[in-house]
């Protein structure tokens, strides 16, 4: 027999008497089958329509004027059994598929991990306002990458590979230093003290990269600063090979945790009180999201407000769960940037912005935004 | 069912809780009193397993230190004195994080966890808040949630920790008996730190006083709770009247002297 709270009130045959009527409960509706919060199948359509749709977008525009339904078919002819002929010329052709598609995909790969890295980073420090920047990784990649620049032969500012894997090495160790810093000999690490380990490493190693930034010629410092403010531009699908392992990787570690990531926003001692290692969840997360940022920025430059910008809108339209957050913040997020390079490309066409400044003029404002939601919810 | 032998903690390098022992039988209810600072809570926290002690804890005979972290989930449910309550989150995804060691550790809840948890929420009639956000309840309501919470667990004990300091006497009434016709029904072993000293005693059938980290007295209730044991450890001054619930706690208006044994 199931005895209601209203019931387990009343005198009943207990030796022990009631201390006396409780309080009025409110009356109870018949019960509806429980809905946990899952990830439903029109969030990931709708998530899948605006990627696809902003890919297009970001093919079919450019300064290189092609025809839209010449481009289209030439998409269309790779495409197995659809037997479309493509009427592009070699040089249409090129600038499709060397130059637009593979742009638009590493534009897919860096926006979505900058989104799921915002995201995680907020979910395990508890913290709206912690963005994939969080632990000293934008600073490291950008030391590196001025040391690659600086010091290195003068073909590495221009050749594919080694600014990218300076600036990767750069945000490894860089966060490998905030983590080392973050760490005490009598406590567990704590979510606060790495942040605070982050902000140490950050201000040093910005510190550094603006030493030896101010000591070179201007051309040296403009590359410098091109590549921190962000780029896209890919000649080839060599940026796109080289950072899909990690940001694959990443992403799968990601999503995997998305359930612990909603268990850690009860604390870690009740996490840990119901099974879950609250420590370890934590570290698996942040190195995930740590390795995937670093892949990244090692590519694209730094590209600032992802992180905050699509978690957070997600949030406001499908809910606080991770469950969602995640999987939705890759799929909106690539979406997102693959738009913002559409828009940093045509505002000044045929000139280029750099993309970090319309992240950053979008997501200054949002950024103000989210600050004075999160101090109304105290 | 739950055994504590010569428990004891030390924080920062001084000793919280020392040499506690004693048992909670199946279906029974131990409660643990004791002025502030005594080491309650921090007793309870070694016994969930989140701070480390010395001694033996044994739970059905077995080392409970030696127990895999989801295997203690499934024996011990905690609910804690000042929980953390994600106010966005609503209440089936929170109920459900108790289930967290039934299912497997990275994949969703199974229709058994489902259906677990929807007969908890009518038990404690929240099943009509179960799409409601945890900010959007009243203190009754939410303090009901972090009990289902536990409770979905399935555990054969409960640990609570000054499971009614933020409620009204209603609702901490409510918490409390709901607590104890599960414990009549079910056989749940119910080991509970509480502050005031009559509603312990209504509750549970035997009472540990901790006094500076160690067990001073332990017995039924009405052994326990004399005035002179109440002037000894709690430094008050209480007039005792035995009700048939229990003895009554009645505070009276002259000071303590200043020389009480704390």
New interface residues.
């Given amino acids: 027999m199931?005895?209601?709270?209203?019931q387990?009130?009343e005198p009943a045959g207990?030796?022990?008497?009631?201390?006396?009527?409780?309080?009025e409960?409110?009356?109870?509706?018949p019960?509806?089958?429980?809905?946990?919060?899952?990830l439903r199948a029109w969030h990931l359509g709708t998530g899948a329509v605006f990627l696809l749709g902003s890919v297009l977008v970001s093919v079919l525009l450019g300064s290189y004027h092609l025809p839209p339904a010449q481009v289209l078919a030439s998409l269309a002819a790779r495409i197995p059994l659809l037997h479309v002929h493509s009427s592009l010329g070699p040089v249409g052709s090129a600038v499709i598929w060397q130059l637009r598609l593979p742009s638009a995909v590493l534009g897919c790969l860096v926006g979505a991990m900058l989104a799921v890295a915002g995201a995680s980073y907020q979910g395990v420090f508890s913290n709206p306002l912690a963005d994939p920047y969080l632990l000293g990784v934008a600073s490291g990649a950008g030391l590196g990458a001025t040391v690659a620049i600086v010091y290195g032969p003068a073909v590495w500012s221009t050749s594919l590979f080694p600014l990218p894997v300076a600036a990767f090495l750069g945000a490894v160790v860089a966060v490998g230093a905030t983590f080392a810093l973050g760490r005490s000999r009598t406590r567990p690490r704590s979510p606060a003290s790495l942040i605070l380990g982050g902000v140490a490493v950050a201000a040093f190693f910005t510190a550094v990269q603006t030493f030896i930034a101010q000591r070179q010629s201007p051309g040296d410092l403009t590359v410098v600063y091109n590549w921190i403010l962000g780029d896209l531009s890919s000649p080839g699908w060599g940026p796109v090979a080289m950072i899909t392992p990690y940001v694959g990787a990443a992403a799968a570690v990601l999503l995997?945790?998305r359930?612990?990531l909603?268990?850690l926003?009860?604390?870690d001692?009740?996490?840990?009180?119901?099974?879950?290692?609250a420590d370890r969840a934590r570290l698996v997360v942040v190195a995930a999201a740590t390795l995937g940022t670093a892949a990244a920025v090692s590519v694209s430059g730094l590209i600032g407000f992802v992180g905050i910008i699509v978690p957070h809108t997600i949030r406001l339209l499908a809910?606080?769960?991770y469950r969602r957050i995640i999987p939705l913040s890759l799929l909106f997020g690539a979406g997102f940037l693959v738009l913002a390079n559409v828009g940093a490309s045509a505002v000044l066409s045929p000139e280029q912005i750099p993309l970090g400044v319309v992240t950053a003029f979008l997501g200054a404002p949002f950024f103000l935004v989210v600050l004075r939601q999160s101090r109304r919810?105290g | 069912m739950l055994e504590l032998e010569d428990v004891s903690v030390s924080l920062g390098g001084r000793d919280v809780v020392s040499h506690v022992s004693a048992r909670v039988g199946r279906g029974a209810w131990l409660g643990v009193v004791g002025p502030n600072g005594a080491g309650k809570s921090t007793l309870i926290r070694a016994i969930v397993g989140l701070l480390r002690h010395e001694g033996h804890i044994r739970l059905g005979g077995r080392e409970y230190r030696a127990t895999e972290r989801r295997a203690r989930a499934r024996a011990v449910a905690y609910v804690p004195q000042r929980p953390v309550l994600p106010a966005s989150m609503n209440v089936t995804d929170y109920v459900l994080l108790g289930r967290s060691a039934h299912h497997s550790y990275l994949g969703a809840e199974t229709a058994e966890d489902l259906s677990v948890a929807g007969q908890v929420l009518e038990r404690l009639e929240l099943a009509s808040f179960a799409r409601k956000v945890l900010g959007e309840l009243s203190g009754g309501e939410q303090q009901r949630a972090v009990l289902a919470r536990a409770l979905v667990q399935e555990a054969p004990v409960l640990v609570m920790d000054e499971p009614t300091t933020s409620l009204d006497l209603g609702h901490a009434q409510l918490v409390l008996e709901l607590t104890d016709q599960l414990r009549q029904e079910s056989g749940l072993s119910v080991l509970c730190s509480l502050h005031d000293l009559t509603v312990a005693a209504q509750f549970a059938e035997n009472l540990v006083v901790l006094s500076q980290g160690s067990a001073v007295l332990e017995g039924k209730p009405a052994e326990v709770l004399t005035k002179s044991t109440i002037r000894r450890y709690f430094g008050a001054n209480v007039d005792v009247y035995h009700g048939p619930a229990g003895p009554v706690l009645s505070p009276a208006r002259s000071r303590p002297s200043l020389g009480v044994t704390r």
């Fill in positions: 199931t005895i209601t709270a209203r387990a009130l207990d030796p022990r008497e009631p201390i006396g009527t409780g309080p409960l409110r009356p109870a509706p019960a509806a089958p429980l809905r946990p919060t899952r995997a945790c359930r612990l909603d268990a926003a009860v604390g001692e009740e996490a840990s009180s119901f099974g879950i290692r809910g606080p769960s919810m």
